[in-house]
T-cell receptor
Framework: QKEVEQDPGPLSVPEGAIVSLNCTYS??????FMWYRQYSRKGPELLMY????GNKEDGRFTAQVDKSSKYISLFIRDSQPSDSATYLC???????????FGTGTRLTVIP | EAGVTQSPTHLIKTRGQQVTLRCSPI?????VYWYQQALGLGLQFLLW???????NRGNFPPRFSGRQFPNYSSELNVNALELEDSALYLC????????????FGPGTRLLVL
């Protein structure tokens, strides 16, 4: 079993929709949670970073961590065609240094 | 502020050859990470360098190696290339002690024939 699981999609939504992207994990040692956006043929771009449980909002993006369920989410409000990309969740364990990534969810926002 | 840069952007090699990939971190960042992103497999951690030392490596064979220079730039070397080494190789950098906020370069796409 992979330590981080992410539904690969693809996910297609109309412009303006609310998008929900999710990851689950199996190891309770994960304490740092990140979301990256990767456009085609580009490197991942850090979108959001949260520590432990709770919510964090940045513009149209909200990251949510539920450690009791080992479940993290990224919500995108008022989705735009420019949001079309692959979204990767990543996690780090306390005391460790490398990140564990999900396989990514491919999102298309249709104008 | 310039981001992480990598060279070359694309590379084609044949089985058994050797390849060197290069990475320059964001100014002020001392940590450099290397990842392999193979099709359908997601990002896999390869190596972490900080202050010129290898601090950790992922579950890859010894033919994957690298180094970090005094200016914090880094090289990734892959010897005895195999077909399954075909992937996007990504370099990321972070400030020392801030491994959770890694900033990625555009990657080097390697094709092994």
């Amino acid at each position: 079993q992979k330590e981080v699981e992410q539904d690969p999609g693809p996910l297609s939504v109309p412009e303006g929709a609310i998008v929900s992207l999710n990851c689950t994990y199996s190891n309770s040692a994960f304490q740092y949670f990140m979301w990256y956006r990767q456009y085609s043929r580009k490197g991942p771009e850090l979108l959001m970073y949260t520590y432990s449980s709770g919510n964090k909002e940045d513009g149209r993006f909200t990251a949510q961590v539920d450690k009791s369920s080992k479940y993290i989410s990224l919500f995108i409000r008022d989705s735009q065609p420019s949001d079309s990309a692959t979204y990767l969740c990543a996690m780090r364990k306390t005391g460790a240094n490398n990140l564990f990534f999900g396989t990514g969810t491919r999102l298309t926002v249709i104008p | 502020e310039a981001g992480v840069t990598q060279s070359p952007t694309h590379l084609i090699k044949t089985r058994g050859q050797q390849v060197t990939l290069r990475c320059s971190p964001i100014s002020g960042h001392t940590s450099v990470y290397w990842y392999q992103q193979a099709l359908g497999l997601g990002l896999q951690f390869l190596l972490w360098y900080d202050e010129g030392e290898e601090r950790n490596r992922g579950n890859f064979p010894p033919r994957f190696s690298g180094r970090q220079f005094p200016n914090y730039s880094s090289e990734l070397n892959v010897n005895a290339l195999e077909l399954e080494d075909s992937a996007l190789y990504l370099c990321a950098s972070s400030a020392s002690g801030h491994q959770e906020t890694q900033y990625f370069g555009p990657g080097t796409r390697l094709l092994v024939l």
